[in-house]
């Protein structure tokens, strides 16, 4: 008996010992893991979500020709899979841009990619130059006051003040670095491989990591692409196509068609006299209420025009937009630019760096003509880039950086037919050189798919199954056609009591 | 050692002979499962889950737009309610009047006003009445912030004040509710599950006088405690691994993902748990027993110990209540294992001290009472029943 209790007792401790030591052991793990890669990682949080999520650093070498050479950090967070006992693989999540950082996404990304999130982590890195992994960013002289400013007056001497503040070899700040820094981390994490989601530049970035890192990948979303045949900058004609289908959507709208029945002509008219001259307009400061000189250029009307043609809710208020605009009321202008106002989530420096060397050289002045040739802002956005680049420090992207990609690896393409940016054919040309992919296209949406609960849905079902032929697409026919705001007030055009207010106006 | 075994022999036997009353004792391993299930089966659909909800609009006509809002969000007109539904929605009866004047008072830019008229106390209502409400609130707010965008004010000015919430829960404690539920029913299925094999082997035993009979045996009373005390916490460990296994189980056919939870039990938990609780099955058998021989009849021993195992049942409850929990309750009995239960729920550490100290001092009280219990049972007025 007695001699049974010992024998009991002892297995009782043991069995405690062996949680304990378990316990000390994986502890030790991670310490030894964490030293040896130089990955840190540890709970915290992140600006807009509640819970508690997973932030690390890896200490990658800046020039991995040369690893002993400077080092920089890449700052990485992960947003934890709510059930991790299925033991999925993580999605990485690909900033656009280039230039946005993927962890100031991140309280968009954890409601927004809910639906993945429930069983899988949520990778996002901040690719080399932007958020907190040696950021390349300007300080005051490219954020002007926004509504005295205009984009005409942007000139070589901002770029050069703001080049002064850029540190590190920018010829390093490449988007195939990037892209080992991004495996680096994937390997750090002990994955052995990772779903990716690009959207926007992500896209391309994808696309690079699938040519350099295949064997890194188990499948790849494409979400509104910009491939390597299309160098980045030529939106001329994708933003014309967009803004024409808008017109075209208001026509085909009873209400629309006859609260602005001469749209098209009103933007025209409004597109010349403000080419002639800016106007200047006396308005309370959207933000601070004190009486402020407003001053509308033609740059600076339309690319504000432009920013509201990438997702479906701004879409609504172009129509009011312009025909206030040429009614003389820009204060609908001034309320869309102070949205934007602070926030432009965009690493400059790193943007221009990548656009002006991996993409501005490939644009022939043939292409450049053609894509000029537009209704809406002929060679605009591009000019505005062309002149920053003339004076950035230049980088020669390797040879392998223009092939075309075609591996095997499951991939989805969605495109949104409205999107100025990144229109369908883009995707139709990753498609034709990738042999396992599926190219959907949104018929009602504008730029990244996912922005929507039925674009997320195809890609969570399209992540499980990894079949992108059958994928149920049905909910996108739900998606409502854009619809669009009538009036100050926001109602509903009734015929007899809103013709002659408008008629009055003019 | 030998006459030990073959008491516990006979103690098992007779237990696991009666199987309607051993049924009765796994009945709330068996039924606990369950009950978590349907619970949180219920608990979902009522907060994820969209169906359609059926209303009577008078005045459609007037706002097609919100009507088109309200229709993305499953919120329908009656006229589209399916025949075999038609009764219940009839009865429910939401109205929503809708003013004649809705556009020009929109484009007029004066307030409007719509009428929801439903029964607010009806339970099945409460969620269709809150889509509702949420919508339209919603609908409304997104005008008014459009209005005052195109009439040139930064919207950012109606929000002075964000207030970001910065939560320090691991996120492994998102399913606190069953994690609360479940922790409180093993502390009672602890409890519980030996009750009826503790009454059986004392009382009844003594008014069968198979108890007699076996104190004239040349065998120690301790022994006869000590074999009646395995049997029973035996039953209540076997309930308890039961309860953890099918819970586990059980959660496998709940999607807790769509309200944000999980819930998983993995192998250190499981045996954290265990540690935590064989001291109290242990603990609550000796108590039962204790109880059980103290009364007179079977029958009085089964009302007495159920009052008074209620009781240390409820600790996990009344500790739930209390705010503020002075130090010495994590080293105390039933206190201090219900507490660490919630810890190993929430993903913490365990206090290996806290387990250590609970599990000793519970482990202390049990001999202590094994040890009255056997002096007791030498004396002929237990054994009679004469006390």
Not at chain 2, 168 to 182: E, F, K, Y
Not at chain 2, 229 to 250: D, E, K, P, Q
Not at chain 2, 261 to 285: E, G, R, Y
Request: hydrophobic share 45%.
């Amino acid at each position: 008996m007695i001699k049974n209790w010992h024998r009991l007792c002892r297995a009782g401790r043991l069995s405690v010992g062996l949680v304990i030591a378990t316990m000390g052991f994986s502890q030790a793990c991670i310490a030894q893991s964490s030293d040896s890669q130089q990955l840190s990682l540890q709970s915290c949080h992140v600006k807009g979500v509640r819970q508690q999520v997973q932030c690390g650093t890896l200490m990658v070498p800046e020039d991995y020709t040369q690893p002993n050479g400077e080092r920089i950090s890449i700052n990485f967070v992960i947003l934890p899979a709510i059930d991790s006992s299925k033991k999925q693989l993580p999605l990485m999540f690909l900033a656009g841009g280039p230039g946005q950082a993927a962890t100031e996404l991140a309280s968009h990304i954890y409601s927004g990619f809910n639906e993945v999130r429930k069983t899988r982590d949520l990778i996002l890195i901040d690719q080399r130059g932007t958020g907190q992994s040696a950021p390349l960013q300007c300080q005051e002289p490219l954020t002007l006051d926004p509504y005295t400013s205009v984009p005409e007056d942007f000139t070589l001497s901002d770029v050069k003040q703001c080049l002064l503040q850029l540190r590190g070899d920018l010829s390093q700040f490449n988007s195939e670095n990037a892209i080992r820094d991004f495996d680096a981390v994937r390997a750090a994490l002990d994955h052995q491989q990772v779903h990716i989601y690009g959207g926007s530049y992500g896209t391309r970035a994808g696309l690079v990591y699938m040519r350099m890192f295949p064997e890194s990948i188990k499948s790849v979303v494409l979400d509104s692409v910009g491939p390597i045949e299309v160098p980045i900058g030529l939106f001329g004609q994708s933003a014309a196509q967009s803004f024409e289908r808008l017109l075209a959507h208001c026509q085909n709208d009873q209400l629309c068609a006859k609260q602005y029945p001469n749209l098209a002509q009103e933007f025209v008219a409004l597109k010349a006299k403000l080419k002639r001259a800016p106007v200047t307009v006396e308005i309370a400061h959207p933000r601070l209420g004190t009486n402020t000189a407003f001053t509308i250029s033609h740059d600076k009307f339309l690319s504000t025009l432009q920013m509201q043609l990438y997702s479906m809710p701004t879409r609504s208020l172009v129509p009011l937009l312009i025909h206030q605009a040429y009614l003389g009321d820009y204060k609908p202008l001034a309320g869309l630019i102070a949205q934007s106002e602070g926030d432009m989530g965009i690493y400059i420096g790193l943007h221009f760096n990548i656009v002006c060397n991996e993409d501005l050289p490939k644009i022939s002045e043939r292409m450049k003509a053609a894509d000029a040739d537009n209704s809406f802002a002929q060679g605009m956005s591009l000019a505005m880039v062309a002149k920053a680049c003339s004076v950035w420090p230049s980088y020669q992207p390797s040879e392998n950086f223009y092939q075309s990609v075609n591996v095997e690896i499951p991939t989805l393409i969605l495109s949104g037919a409205l999107d100025p940016v990144t229109p369908p054919s883009n995707g139709e040309q990753a498609h034709a050189h990738l042999v396992n992919s599926h190219h959907i296209i949104a018929k009602n949406n504008a730029h990244i798919v996912a922005s929507t609960a039925c674009g997320i849905n195809i890609i969570n079902e399209f992540l499980t199954t990894q079949k992108p032929t059958e994928l149920d697409e049905s909910c996108l026919d739900d998606v409502p056609a854009e619809s669009f705001m009538l009036g100050l007030n926001g109602g509903v055009a009734i015929a007899t009591s809103q013709t002659k207010p408008a008629q009055a106006r003019k | 050692m030998m006459q030990l075994k073959a008491l516990m022999v006979k103690e098992f036997k007779e237990a696991f002979r009666d199987k309607r009353a051993l049924m009765v004792a796994m009945s709330m391993a068996l039924l606990m499962p369950v009950m978590i299930m349907v619970m949180l089966k219920v608990a979902i659909k009522e907060a994820v889950d969209n169906p359609p909800v059926y209303v009577k609009y008078s005045g459609a006509q007037y706002a097609p737009k919100l009507i088109a809002a309200l229709e993305n969000k499953n919120i329908l007109s009656f006229a589209q309610v399916p025949a075999d539904e038609k009764r219940n929605w009839n009865e429910r009866n939401i109205e929503l009047t809708i003013p004649e004047h809705f556009a020009e008072d929109m484009a007029a830019g004066k307030p409007i006003e719509l009428i929801l008229r439903a029964d607010f106390n009806e339970k099945s209502l409460s969620t269709p009445i809150r889509r509702i409400k949420t919508l339209i609130n919603e609908y409304s707010l997104s005008i008014g912030y459009k209005r005052l965008l195109v009439r040139g004010i930064d919207i950012k000015l109606l929000q002075p004040i964000k207030l970001l919430e910065q939560d320090t829960a691991l996120p492994s404690s998102n399913a606190m509710m069953i994690s609360l539920i479940l922790g409180v029913y093993l502390m009672m299925a602890a409890f519980m599950s030996g009750l009826p094999v503790a009454i059986d082997s004392s009382a009844g035993e003594r008014e069968r006088n198979v108890l007699e009979m076996l104190l004239c045996q040349p065998v120690s009373t301790l022994k006869i405690v000590l074999a009646k005390l395995s049997c029973a916490s035996a039953i209540a460990i076997i309930s308890i691994i039961l309860m953890l296994v099918l819970t586990s189980l059980a959660m496998n056919f709940v999607d807790l993902t769509k309200i944000g939870a999980t819930f998983s039990i993995d192998a250190s938990t499981f045996a954290i748990l265990l540690l935590l609780l064989v001291p109290i099955c242990l603990l609550a058998a000796a108590l039962q027993l204790l109880f059980a021989f103290q009364a007179k009849s079977f029958k009085e021993a089964q009302s007495t110990v159920t009052m008074l195992i209620m009781v240390p049942s409820f600790i996990p409850f009344a500790l739930m209540m209390m705010d503020d929990k002075p130090a010495w309750v994590n080293w105390l009995p039933i206190s201090g294992q219900s507490l660490l239960m919630e810890d190993v729920f929430k993903g913490l550490a365990v206090d290996w001290s806290a387990l250590f100290f609970t599990s000793a001092a519970t482990i202390a009280l049990t001999v202590l009472l094994v040890w009255v219990l056997a002096k007791r049972l030498t004396s002929e007025k237990v054994v009679m029943s004469l006390s």
